[in-house]
């Protein structure tokens, strides 16, 4: 039987690089080992491919003539349609052309299109206030529909612009995506409503965070560094961000909570939109953003009920940076296992 | 004469199209073009202060902490906090992490592929280097991406995540490292010096970091290892003669807090690589031209500078602005760390020509790989148990200054002013916007332009290697040079 290989075009448009580099640093034995593992041929990557200058102009030119079948079309970073609509903050070097219109017309021969990336799903950093070079997503303008290939826009296998958001995504949410797609299991109900991976974009960032337990009892760090919920004053909001950050390590070990800062939310369209990302908003010492689905007054409710039942360990642990009260030990009796 | 246009120039980090005019199949004159702006300077302004913090990492995914850092220093430039001393070293071996992930991606993604191309297939050293050194296929990628990866394990440990962390603030950094995440440190480092020891160099570190002169480099490579197989294909396709750099190297010091004496660890300064007089590198003396960059305005201090887009300049060829000191052109980099730093190695390195070169550049960036992890582990040792990671914050209301780092292609500034909590300018320039800078007003090219004038490519033309050699030399980040 012959293997059935998947083509995959990557190109680099309004980019910090940041998601190549993460997907670089995936685990086992890397990247290319686990596109090879998937049946993926790369056509060409801009930091990987031997192919430079004519070489890649040609590839790029075959691909959109249809001459090279292009099954998955990756597009990492925003795509940039300014200076007044020019689209001249991006020229695709070599070719004369501007990447907006090199997106758009590679997009119409893919068999699936993906944003790798925050900035290629809805717009992202770039397109913070002013929004100077115009950016955009590829499918979303921020939260609305419309984007570069507009709302309508379906790849040849029927699905629309697979999101793999995130500020630069889990490594392992790029490749799983992309494994997937080759694998042919990728279907329009893997995907949420704005086109990301359920599998990771049905959890939430909270989900898992190592500071549970100071969530519970509203035990609030206050400063950078100490060991409580980041929520209430550092403007964490891994409560109302998706992904399964907390489920899987970064790096190794790490994850944004555990590395002792705020969830910004970066897998949500118009996350740029924040001012003061690192205070939490409140209205009257309420926290503006709750957990997303919880009615505010059970909420408010639940919080001042655990407070005024806080453990001390929990609370003085909770405003230092190491662990000054150990769990305590209770009296137990042989057989019955645990501390004690 | 003909005109060439090499583009998508790819393994570079970001875009960059390299215009040529070829007269006898000898380089004339070249124009350097960035060709992405996304408008971060305009971005951060009106933002709270601490905005800058989550913004200027995500100006560039592969020098992110030193972007992280730029910004931090910029705001404790006049907040007045004094850093933990725990974070301080946090903080070093978090940047000499990326420093080093930087400098090996450089050489095994980035650099060393080239010589795997069919134009070299006639050459006696080609084979072994193609198996070796094929891009994504070569037997070096399947080793290195490992590696790479397991180095950055100590970003999972420091920073929380890499790229993009928001661990590292003017008081220090936001994750207290306990017994066991200090010997998990430990660990990551001796994988990351058994890979250099037995792939890279093929030799002790420290006999690496003792090497001193060019008999020393022709010794290793006699040996095994992917660094003497760099040096024999240097010497045979005569990597030490072509890539000239402009004179001038700088380096605006490095590693805060790392050095002996809690100083530096790289020293700061300005060398001039003919003669070899060293001088203090003076922030003040930087001005940036925006003469050939699709920018409004006149040159001057970047600290009183606005980015405003012109697209319509005429002789505009670039998004990046044209630094310069003194009104001349500096290059930048771990050639210029090493020479600032009174390097024996760098300066034998660069005496033959009076110039820095192709080959200068990747030895000053390999050697000091090797001086990196063995400062790391001392870093990691010093770490103090049960002392504090960071001291609080500071919310600066008015004030302006400056932050001064080098990434692992050279320095990165930040000016930055604030107003009533707010930021009312910032400005940027990075090591990148030194090297590949397009002309100034007074006509004068940036360090590449200048390197690849006289390069010969004979029939070739576009495609001659010898570009790839030339350009990537210099380890170009794009996405920092016009941010």
């Not at chain 1, 995130?166 to 799983?176: L, N, R, T, Y």
């Not at chain 1, 205070?279 to 007054?297: H, N, Q, R, S």
């Not at chain 2, 070249?30 to 996304?38: D, G, I, N």
């Amino acid at each position: 039987m012959t293997e059935r290989r998947t083509s995959l075009l990557w190109l680099q448009a309004g980019s910090c690089g940041g998601c190549t580099m993460s997907v670089l640093g995936h685990d086992g034995a890397g990247i290319f080992a686990a596109l090879e593992a998937a049946a993926i041929d790369l056509l060409w990557h801009p930091s990987a491919s031997e192919a430079t200058g004519a070489e890649a102009r040609a590839i790029l030119e075959s691909v959109e003539a249809g001459t090279t079948a292009l099954d998955v079309l990756v597009i990492e970073g925003s795509i940039l349609t300014g200076p007044n609509g020019s689209g001249r903050c991006q020229m695709l070097a070599g070719t004369g052309r501007t990447m907006v219109d090199w997106v758009r017309s590679l997009s119409a021969r893919a068999g699936v299109v993906v944003a790798v990336g925050t900035c290629a799903a809805f717009g992202g950093i770039p397109m913070a206030e002013p929004d100077p070079a115009e950016a955009t997503g590829l499918q979303f303008d921020g939260a609305d529909r419309g984007g570069a290939l507009g709302a309508g826009f379906r790849g040849r296998s029927g699905l629309p612009v697979v999101a793999v958001a995130g500020c630069a995504p889990h490594p392992g949410w790029i490749v799983e995506t992309l494994s997937a797609i080759a694998a042919g299991e990728l279907e329009a109900g893997d995907l949420d409503g704005l086109g990301r991976p359920k599998f990771f974009a049905d959890h939430l960032a909270h989900h898992g965070c190592s500071r549970n337990e100071f969530y519970e009892f509203k035990a609030s760090a206050e400063r950078a560094s100490d060991r409580g919920c980041l929520m209430e004053h550092l403007g964490c909001k891994a409560t109302q961000a998706v992904g399964d950050c907390n489920q899987r390590g970064w790096n190794g070990s790490g994850s944004c909570t555990d590395g002792g800062y705020a969830c910004i939310g970066c897998t949500s369209p118009a996350f740029e939109t924040a001012r003061g990302f690192l205070t939490t908003p409140k209205i009257a010492g309420i926290p503006v953003g709750l957990p997303l689905d919880m009615p505010k007054a059970w909420f408010m409710a639940l919080a001042a009920l655990s407070k005024s039942a806080t453990p001390k360990r929990v609370r003085l642990n909770a405003v230092s940076d190491h662990v000054v009260v150990p769990p305590g030990r209770a009296k137990r009796s042989p057989g019955e296992g645990g501390e004690g | 004469m003909s005109r060439i246009v090499v583009g998508p120039f790819n393994r570079v980090e970001g875009d960059l199209e390299v215009g040529l005019e070829v007269v006898d199949g000898q380089i004339v004159e070249a124009r350097v073009t960035t060709p992405l702006y996304r408008g971060f300077e305009q971005i951060l302004v009106g933002r709270p202060v601490d905005d800058a913090l989550v913004m200027a990492p995500r100006i560039c995914g592969i020098c992110s902490v030193s972007q992280s850092l730029a910004a931090s220093s910029a705001i404790a430039s006049f907040c007045g906090v004094e850093p933990a001393r725990n974070g301080v070293l946090a903080t070093a071996i978090a940047h000499a992490a990326e420093n080093l992930a930087d400098h090996l991606t450089h050489f095994y993604l980035f650099f060393m592929p080239d010589f795997a191309r069919e134009a070299y297939a006639g050459a006696a050293w080609y084979a072994p280097i193609e198996a070796r050194f094929r891009a994504i296929r070569g037997t070096a990628s399947a080793t290195f991406l490992p590696a790479r990866a397991r180095l950055l394990e100590i970003m999972g440990l420091i920073a929380g995540k890499w790229p993009h962390s928001l661990a590292f603030r003017p008081g220090g950094t936001t994750r207290s490292l306990d017994l066991g995440d200090k010997v998990r440190a430990r660990a990551i480092l001796a994988d990351v010096r058994r890979f250099l020891e037995r792939e890279l160099f093929a030799m002790p570190l420290e006999a690496v970091v003792a090497i001193a002169d060019l008999d020393g480099l022709d010794r290793v490579a006699a040996g095994e290892g992917d660094f003497a197989a760099f040096l024999r294909v240097a010497a045979a396709t005569g990597l030490d003669r072509i890539g000239l750099g402009p004179g001038r190297v700088a380096s605006l010091g490095a590693y805060r807090g790392g050095g002996v004496d809690g100083g530096l660890l790289f020293a700061a300064g300005v060398v001039d690589t003919a003669s070899g007089a060293r001088a203090a590198f003076e922030v003040d003396r930087v001005r940036e031209d925006p003469a050939h960059a699709w920018f409004a305005g006149e040159a001057g201090p970047p600290g009183r500078a606005v980015s405003e887009p012109d697209i319509e300049r005429a002789e505009a060829y670039s998004w990046a602005k044209a630094p310069r000191y003194d009104g001349e052109a500096l290059e930048v980099g771990a050639i210029g760390r090493q020479l600032a730093d009174g390097s024996a190695l760098a300066q034998a390195l660069v005496a033959a020509s009076g110039r820095t070169t192709v080959a200068a550049r990747v030895v000053a960036r390999l050697v000091e790989a090797a001086r990196l992890v063995a400062a790391m582990e001392g870093w990691v040792a010093a770490l103090e148990r049960g002392a504090p990671y960071a001291q609080a914050g500071c919310q600066p209301t008015d004030g302006s200054g400056v932050g001064l780092v080098e990434a692992a292609r050279g320095g990165l500034a930040h000016w930055m002013t604030v107003r009533g909590g707010r930021i009312t300018r910032y400005q940027i320039v990075a090591p990148t916007t030194w090297n590949f800078s397009p002309r100034d007003g007074a006509g004068r090219p940036g360090p590449l332009e200048a390197a690849l004038v006289g390069l010969e490519v004979g029939e070739a033309g576009a495609a001659a290697p010898v570009i790839q050699h030339v350009v990537r030399s210099f380890d170009p980040c794009m996405v920092c040079t016009a941010h």
